[in-house]
């Protein structure tokens, strides 16, 4: 029976025998720095390219969150319509968590000398609270008892001095001297009336200018942060109900921009939203919701197909960084397994010596796993280390050249799932790299290794 060696021992010898031979062994680990580092900086870039491009998808919209219109051209002899009985439908559906009504409609801004454009989107209140939006100045619409406005920070933007040479913001790069939190802003939702006043009918009658009404503010989204990008900023936000009530009083019996009409040109009594926000419950299952919507008959989009395909190109060129970084993993690995035949050689006697002395064979398979293992271990270590200085400095380099695609994110990112793995990895290669020549040593006859000089 042979002697069986403790842990211990096998841990301390090994170690030993690394330092005996130094300048082998810095070379050796030198080659899993290499390798470790090229790997982890390699799969980090995907990994950050990845992250930053999810990032910027989901500053355009919510990952989750489908946007249903009427059809553009419908075949179909049956209207579709987004109304209260579609919303009731599709908050029944499995997966959908919530639905959204939207009524959009413009309208002209008037103060002073200055004329803007609105983008007008009613919602219900409670959908304002889950929009995270930046509020800068008062609070999100809802709680007042009239219609009262609610400004993107991108609204200023289209205002124009309609007097003098003053010009728009696009031809001057300054926005107009106008508080739209404080300032009498007056609104034209007639738009058809107001570029038709003073034009005279069939019958010789002049239109009339429209009548305006003074809309308060209840709130400004706060300007942008710099080189950032709002979702909300080019729009006016209210309350749906409020809205509703405000274009049934403004065009009673008449038809109400965007609105459809029947057959005889007469507007609905019913008046119809213009989008609705479907809201899925997981990422995975939009694409069925939004299939579904499809099927129906209505046009629906989301983020998820531009998702889909992003992570398919991202999940590409993770594939090619990863094996790039490990071709010289591989490398390293056949370093590993050169130095540790190289040391078999050289210490064919010693090995003789313990086999005569009864030294348990998978002692003597464990002593060179082990020093294979600590090869490993240290390049592992150094080339993590290595990774994120690298990664720091490709992140600085980023930053400086202002990339706008990248925004706030870091272009390298190493998860600490990474810096586990690569480190598991790098333990595992060199026990791979040391497996044969360990069996070599097992082995080895105990007498020829003795006589061998």
């Known amino acids: 029976m042979g002697i069986d060696m403790k842990f211990l021992d096998l841990l301390r010898m090994s170690g030993g025998n690394l330092w005996k031979r130094k300048i082998r062994t810095v070379l050796t680990v030198l080659g899993v720095v290499i390798g470790v580092a090229s790997i982890v900086v390699m799969v980090s870039l995907g990994l950050g390219l990845s992250r930053s491009q999810m990032e910027q998808i989901e500053s355009y919209g ?115 001297d106008i508080d739209l939190m404080n300032d009498t802003i007056f609104v034209i939702f007639d738009t058809n009336a107001y570029w038709s006043a003073g034009s005279t009918t069939e019958d010789g009658q002049t239109i009339p200018q429209p009548k305006k009404y003074m809309i308060e503010a209840c709130g400004v989204e706060a300007p942008n942060a710099e080189d950032s990008w709002s979702q909300y900023g080019w729009y006016t936000y209210c309350d749906l109900e409020q809205l509703t009530a405000q274009l049934k009083k403004i065009f009673k019996n008449k038809v109400i921009p965007g609105q459809p009409t029947t057959k005889t040109g007469k507007p609905y009594k019913e008046i119809f939203y213009s989008e609705l926000d479907v809201n899925v419950d997981d990422l995975n299952n939009v694409m069925e919701v939004q299939n579904y919507l499809t099927d129906l008959g209505y046009e629906a989009y989301s983020n998820a197909e531009w998702v889909e395909s992003s992570q398919r190109s991202m999940g590409t060129i993770q594939m090619v960084l990863g094996g790039i970084g490990a071709v010289s993993l591989f490398v390293a690995a056949i370093g590993i397994t050169n130095t540790m035949m190289m040391s078999i050689y050289e210490r064919t006697k010693e090995i003789g010596v313990m086999k005569v002395l009864g030294c348990d064979l998978r002692n003597i398979r464990s002593l060179f796993l082990m020093e294979a293992g600590f090869i490993g271990l240290i390049g592992g270590c150094i080339g993590l280390g290595l990774s994120f200085a690298i990664s720091a400095v490709i992140n600085k380099l980023a930053q400086a050249s202002q990339d706008m695609m990248l925004g706030d994110s870091s272009i390298s990112y190493i998860p600490f799932w990474l810096v586990g793995l690569s480190l598991v990895f790098a333990i595992l290669v060199g026990m791979l790299a040391g497996f044969f020549p360990a069996r070599r040593a097992m082995k080895l006859s105990p007498l020829a290794a003795i006589r061998n000089e």
């Open 62 to 176: 919510s990952l989750t969150q489908i946007t249903v219109r009427e059809p553009w051209n419908s075949d179909s002899s049956e209207e579709k319509r987004l109304d209260d009985n579609l919303v009731r439908e599709l908050e029944s559906l499995e997966h959908v968590d919530s639905v959204c009504p939207v009524l959009e409609t413009n309208a002209i801004a008037k103060y002073g000398s200055y004329q803007g454009y609105l983008q007008i989107r009613g919602m219900p209140k409670e959908t304002f609270e889950e929009m995270n939006i930046n509020i800068g100045q008062g609070r999100l619409p809802g709680d007042d008892e009239t219609l009262t406005f609610f400004y993107g920070n991108e609204v200023l933007q289209n205002f124009y001095n309609t007097k003098g040479s003053g010009g728009s913001y696009w031809e001057t790069g300054v926005l107009p």
